[in-house]
């Protein structure tokens, strides 16, 4: 299964243990439909599909067997789901998305600006 990572499981960040040794394949961005949050705290990110407005959303493309894949999910944080995203070069890959009415009603922050996760991170830092 392809998979569009754009958070935490990334390379560098804290959480890209959880892909284990799946195949990078490089990296990937999304289609220019999307928006991306920071979610409780900057805890980890929020992405959603808006019909206009959006950005591509930088991030990375793995290959993940059925046992890797059921290994990321089980360290998924709370309400994220599972769809199959567009990517910038026409293609389609799984990721997880995050509910845009949770992002509204908590007033999660949008840092589409940054582009990606990472370097949100690397600019609060």
Same mark, same amino acid.
């Given at each position: 299964m392809r998979f569009f990572i754009c958070g935490s499981a =990334?390379? +560098?960040?804290?959480?890209?243990?959880? =892909? +284990?040794?799946a195949k990078l394949l490089g990296p990937a961005r999304t289609a220019a439909k999307y928006r991306l949050h920071a979610v409780k705290n900057g805890w980890h990110p +929020?992405? &959603?599909?808006? @019909?206009?407005g959006g950005i591509s959303i930088l991030g990375e =493309? &793995?290959?993940l067997t059925p046992e890797q894949h059921a290994t990321l999910m089980a360290g998924e944080p709370p309400d994220m789901y599972q769809v199959t995203i567009e990517l910038e070069d026409g293609s389609n890959a799984e990721a997880m998305l995050f509910p845009r009415e949770l992002i509204e009603q908590h +007033? &999660? @922050?949008?840092?589409?600006?940054f582009g990606g996760w990472a370097a949100f991170k690397a600019s609060a830092g």
């Amino acid at each position: 299964m392809r998979f569009f990572i754009c958070g935490s499981a =990334l390379t +560098g960040q804290p959480d890209n243990k959880n =892909l +284990g040794d799946a195949k990078l394949l490089g990296p990937a961005r999304t289609a220019a439909k999307y928006r991306l949050h920071a979610v409780k705290n900057g805890w980890h990110p +929020g992405i &959603y599909e808006v @019909p206009s407005g959006g950005i591509s959303i930088l991030g990375e =493309l &793995y290959e993940l067997t059925p046992e890797q894949h059921a290994t990321l999910m089980a360290g998924e944080p709370p309400d994220m789901y599972q769809v199959t995203i567009e990517l910038e070069d026409g293609s389609n890959a799984e990721a997880m998305l995050f509910p845009r009415e949770l992002i509204e009603q908590h +007033g &999660y @922050p949008d840092i589409s600006r940054f582009g990606g996760w990472a370097a949100f991170k690397a600019s609060a830092g």
